[in-house]
């Protein structure tokens, strides 16, 4: 059974404060992984993707990925309100079903 | 990235009608698409795995006789709730992937709210 495994928040930071969402997965064997945003309401939307153990940046959001810990996360810069939704972390195994993980709300307080 | 759209947006429906909802992708073609359904402030739950040209593969505990998946070409999937009830009101949503060269990335169309009454 794969695991996906991210602590449900709330997260609160205030704005402008990096907030740091992690997530553990159980498949060794996994080898892409993704953090997709869920506004309340709204479908997810993909935000970013990691393949490589280090870190990856893209605008406000660094990807990490430590694949010995099995261990990936996302950290958002200069937090805004308008960062305020659910993080769900996901993986993959090549080219199979995705396995989301139950996700992490994030509260930007102004 | 690809884009997935829903349709309808929204559908209310009385208890007992069917209700089609459907999936495209609109820029790529999907052999593969996904159907989930999220009850509020609760995960999202994969319902069924639609491939073109074959029949859907359904998660456990899923009704394949009340949730009716036709994947008939690769830009088309549809989700037809049958016979519904109150408690088939909930988030639905579509995904497909994008295969790219070292996984497939998977793109979520906005979803349907389905009410019964």
């Known amino acids: 059974q794969k695991e996906v495994e991210q602590n449900s928040g709330p997260l609160s930071v205030p704005e402008g404060a990096i907030a740091s969402l992690n997530c553990t997965y159980s498949?060794?064997?996994?080898?892409?992984f993704f953090w997709y945003r869920q506004y309340s309401g709204k479908s997810p939307e993909l935000i970013m993707s990691i393949y490589s153990n280090g870190d990856k940046e893209d605008g406000r959001f660094t990807a990490q990925l430590n694949k010995a810990s099995q261990y990936v996360s996302l950290l958002i810069r200069d937090s805004q309100p308008s960062d305020s939704a659910t993080y769900l972390c996901a993986v993959i195994e090549g080219y199979s079903t995705l396995t989301f993980g139950k996700g992490t709300m994030l509260l930007v307080s102004p | 990235g690809a884009v997935v759209s829903q349709h309808p947006s929204r559908v209310i429906c009385k208890s007992g009608t069917s209700v089609k909802i459907e999936c495209r992708s609109l820029d790529f073609q999907a052999t593969t698409m996904f159907w989930y359904r999220q009850f509020p402030k609760k995960s999202l739950m994969l319902m069924a795995t639609s491939n073109e040209g074959s029949k859907a593969t359904y998660e456990q505990g899923v009704e394949k006789d009340k949730f009716l998946i036709n994947h008939a070409s690769l830009t088309l999937s549809t989700l037809t709730v049958t016979s519904a009830h109150p408690e088939d009101s909930s988030f639905y949503i579509c995904?497909?992937?994008?295969?790219?060269?070292?996984?497939?990335?998977?793109?979520f169309g906005p979803g349907t709210r389905l009410t019964v009454l």
């Open positions: 498949d060794r064997g996994s080898q892409s």
């Open positions: 995904s497909s992937t994008v295969r790219e060269s070292r996984t497939d990335t998977q793109y």
